[in-house]
């Protein structure tokens, strides 16, 4: 191979036109997944294409293609003769992942504790004020509130490679953390562990943030590898 | 979409059948630019389509197809009218990478105390016999000795995610890795953080092994965001 001077940063461009149908509908069966409780259930949820097609307004052809693609990420998988379904990884699959993203969100928080400013830091905080004045239906805003808080220390972190890293585990890390709270041992745990979070992000104390993030998920981790996920 | 009991676990088989070709050449041109020593050089690395054809002896149809996918996975890049490229990350990106790497290695290294036996422990030390044996050529034994070592810890804390994470990592943190130890300053501290690593993992002590890791991979990060890597 040839080694020669030439710009560097010249990406082609016609090789981010991507077919606009097939992202469309791959965006779509995303966001539809990331709402469902799969892990809540013990039951295997599948996706009819008929139905996506009917829902998103397209033919059946873009909603094969981006079922594909979500197949080969590991978020849908193909069963023969039976169609798609969401891929429900094992127990011990969700231990490793949780492990995976313990160490990444840990070490975004040690990041954050340099780059954020303090009123993103102080904005943590109020991610919880809705759950708490909220009567009826606290359990979900407080799910979302939990998952808002976990993204936001990812994003205060500021380091892309975290961010694509993470986001191929986010869909299945939201169903995680959502059925986790609906045991409630789990929940008040949960509450105290943010505010010491938050206390250390605040403190600009990089050791103590990045192992209360990594000790926090790890404490998933072994929630789940007692308890499992599911109540059925 | 409506929840049913199914198996889980039956992958349609079909999906796994990929193109055999493309993927040869994939493998082959991965392995190629694997070796290359391409952040010790300021130049930019063109990759010549027709000349690797010729060296797989396939047509140049795979070999396109191999650095279409190459590109998507951020390790070549297509620049217009001149061809392909190996992809160089910039300063801030190689150090990003660095900081993601250290933490699924930390994380690897603490599950490595509790699951590597005193036989796959003891073994890291092996790793560095040749090296240091070596007469002629121990800069490049000890660099390959260096990098299996790493790869050696990831193996041993047995988390199949954080193995795939850090997959698509690998070529560019063993180039990384390579250009720095050829900076004389690094090298020698490098051979001594990798003895304390070893004694803490053969401790069984968790934490201590993996801010060791960690620390030892941050060095790594410091001296790129410091130094730079290529010596052009």
Not at 31 to 45: C, K, R
Request: contains cysteine; charged residues 30%.
């Amino acid at each position: 191979m040839k080694a020669t001077r030439s710009p560097r940063r010249m990406v082609d461009q016609k090789q981010a036109v991507q077919p606009t149908l097939r992202n469309f509908a791959y965006e779509a069966i995303r966001n539809t997944i990331a709402q469902m409780d799969f892990y809540s259930t013990p039951d295997a949820i599948r996706l009819d294409e008929r139905e996506l097609a009917e829902q998103l307004g397209v033919s059946r052809t873009p909603i094969r293609e981006a079922l594909c693609v979500l197949a080969r990420e590991g978020l849908v998988q193909s069963v023969a003769r039976s169609g798609f379904f969401v891929m429900k990884k094992s127990r011990d699959e969700i231990v490793e992942m949780i492990c995976a993203w313990a160490s990444l969100e840990s070490m975004a928080a040690r990041l954050a504790t340099e780059r954020a400013t303090d009123e993103e830091l102080s904005s943590l905080k109020g991610l919880f004020e809705d759950a708490d004045n909220a009567d009826e239906g606290a359990d979900e805003v407080y799910s979302d509130a939990n998952f808002r808080f976990h993204q936001e220390i990812l994003r205060l972190g500021g380091n892309t490679i975290i961010d694509g890293l993470t986001s191929g585990l986010l869909v299945h890390m939201k169903a995680i953390r959502r059925a986790a709270l609906k045991q409630e041992l789990r929940a008040e745990r949960s509450r105290s562990e943010h505010s010491e979070i938050i206390h250390a992000l605040k403190a600009r104390d990089a050791d103590l943030a990045g192992v209360l993030v990594r000790n926090h998920a790890l404490g998933l981790a072994t929630h789940v590898r007692e308890h499992g996920l599911s109540r059925g």
